[in-house]
């Protein structure tokens, strides 16, 4: 009998987070053949995403009205209700705001080590390598877990993922016991993003700095996301300047990205903005100013005024992406 991989997986709106199918090809590259893979999702009226789950890996559902919003003292004693008898060998879950949440009170329960923040899987067998960035991306480091039960969170975006199989695996519901002396509840979850691209699993970020001037500024950086069908984030310096909220603020303080095409307008390279974007796959900075060190970290310059600019990428992935075959 092999060893057991627990993979936490995640929904939004309902839907089945993409890094949930990540972590399900990070606990294939982890493992051997015999070894035992289940995808575990906590909420409440999940019935899709635990049918589109199963089509990648054998299931368990706790779906709870209690789990229908995230509360950190309740995904835990759900969590490890489920996790106790099973005794993983591993659990996987994604960097996100709940992962990282919950993963180090994962770790501590279980008495395991914990590598965070995982972008590249590597090795075979027992020398099983995880990569993670240091000092804001500057360097990566490989690490090895020496013990078992092991707790990995995956960087979403890094690690190709999972396909679908021809056939479907079971799903098994679990009861969840509420527990009866909760500290706090979460009476009401008001969101500020309803409807919009994830800016963490966004395959294309179009991001504005202090150099688009005001809130009206960022229009023509909407109107570019929205034809590349990508996500609108920002500097801090865009930020506390008061042209947008500071969700969109992408950094060491604030979102990690990694797309495959990160567009920089009007923002300078400042070292804590690189930190959270730097990684991206392809990085296009558009800048007036030459000698701006963003220019350092891209792929692609454009030298010129972003209000010139923008519009004008913006009509011609337009003409591309619209046009009939
Ligand atoms: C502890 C700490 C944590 C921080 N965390 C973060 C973080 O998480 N994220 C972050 O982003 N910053 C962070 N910062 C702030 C960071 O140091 C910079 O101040 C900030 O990134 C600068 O934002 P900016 O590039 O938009 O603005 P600026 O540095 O003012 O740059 C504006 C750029 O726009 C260009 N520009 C102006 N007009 C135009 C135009 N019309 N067309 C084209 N280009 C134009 C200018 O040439 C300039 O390069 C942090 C700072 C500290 C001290």
């Known amino acids: ?20 199918l990540e972590a399900i090809h990070a606990a294939a590259l982890a493992s051997h053949e015999e070894d035992k ?9 999940l019935k899709e995403a635990a049918d589109e789950l199963a089509r990648y890996t054998e299931v368990i559902l706790i779906d709870h009205p209690d789990l229908a919003s995230y509360q950190a003292e309740i995904y835990f004693a759900a969590l490890t209700q489920a996790l106790d008898p099973i005794q993983p060998y591993a659990v996987i879950f994604g960097h ?10 994962i770790a501590a329960h279980l008495n395991a080590g914990q590598i965070s923040d995982v972008t590249a899987i590597s090795g075979s067998g027992d020398a099983i390598a995880y990569t993670r960035p240091l000092y804001a991306g500057k360097a990566f480091e490989n690490r090895q877990f020496s013990s078992s039960p092991q707790v990995i969170t995956i960087r979403p975006n890094n690690i190709a993922p999972a396909q679908p199989a021809s056939t479907s695996s079971s799903i098994t519901e679990l009861s969840y016991t509420p527990s009866t002396s909760l500290r706090s509840v979460i009476k009401e979850v008001v969101s500020k993003s309803a409807g919009r691209i994830d800016l963490t699993e966004a395959k294309v970020v179009v991001s504005g700095g ?3 001037k005001s809130k009206a500024g960022f229009q023509p950086l909407e109107e570019l996301a929205e034809v590349l069908q990508g996500a609108v984030g920002a500097s801090r310096g865009a930020c506390d300047a008061g042209y947008c909220d500071y969700s969109l603020q992408i950094g060491q303080t604030g979102k990690v990205v990694t797309p495959e095409i990160y567009i920089a307008c009007g923002i300078s390279g400042a070292i ?16 007036k100013d030459p000698e701006a060190p963003i220019f350092k970290v891209a792929d692609y310059g454009i030298v010129g005024d972003l209000f010139e600019v923008v519009p004008i990428l913006a009509e011609e992935f337009r003409k591309l992406l619209c046009a009939p075959n």
Do not use: C
């Open 1 to 20: 009998m092999g060893n057991t991989y627990v993979i936490v997986a995640e929904t939004k709106g309902g839907r089945l987070r993409q890094v949930s």
């Open 37 to 45: 893979r289940i995808a575990l999702l906590l909420g409440h009226q």
């Open 96 to 105: 996100t705001a709940i992962g990282r949440d919950l993963a180090p009170q």
């Open 210 to 212: 202090r150099g688009v």
């Open 272 to 287: 804590q903005h690189l930190a959270g974007m730097s990684q991206s796959r392809i990085i296009i900075a558009i800048n």
